[in-house]
């Protein structure tokens, strides 16, 4: 792996400014990673929002209700269609969706202020020392900054691993052989506890 520009790589980038012990010391474009943030912060917020309204209207019994009743009254729609005026719906639609574009991008401004707020708030307090644990920071200071913990949790979570589980089939594999066919049960889970914390112990030393 190449580890020439990984400081435009966002993830170690982000993981970077989220840990309390270096923030934007190490950064060159400061303004870069404040907008990726503040970004990446509107967008889960927005899937969020999105995945709690889809869940809300499938199990909204009214919203099935209402199609039952569209799919009957279908004529006296049609009929509503053809009585109202083309022009009376072009204003309608053009009020309507000057109204929602004004509702959004007032949110969106609202949103950005308050994501702007909280990231300014962490990163002007001093640096933590190089020895403390930063979930540990973070863990006390959750409720300061709520919407900074999202992105906390994603970054600078453990990755996952699947050494354990490639320890233990080797440690299977030594365990279950052509020469042990008759081994039982009880006496093959002794044998596996056992393999399995030999290569762990080799492992980590």
Known sequence: MSYTGFKDQKCFVLATVLDP??????????????QWIITELFEMNNTVIEDDKNNMQSHDPLQKQNISETQDDIWKCFDDIINNSKS???NNFEDSSSETFNRQS??????????????????TLPLSPRNEDPLIWWKTHVLEYP?????VLKYLSAPSSSVHLERLFNAGKLVYSD???????????????????????????
């Open 147 to 151: 919407n900074l913990k999202t992105l």
């Open 106 to 123: 007032s949110d969106r401004t609202e949103k950005i202020a308050i994501y702007n707020a909280e990231l300014t708030k962490y990163l």
């Open 88 to 90: 009376d719906n072009d």
């Open 21 to 34: 012990r270096f923030k934007t010391k190490f950064l060159t474009d400061e303004n870069k990673v404040k």
């Open 179 to 205: 020469n042990r066919n008759k081994l039982s049960s009880k006496n093959a889970e002794i044998l596996l506890f056992i393999m399995k914390n030999l290569l762990i112990l080799n492992f980590d030393y």
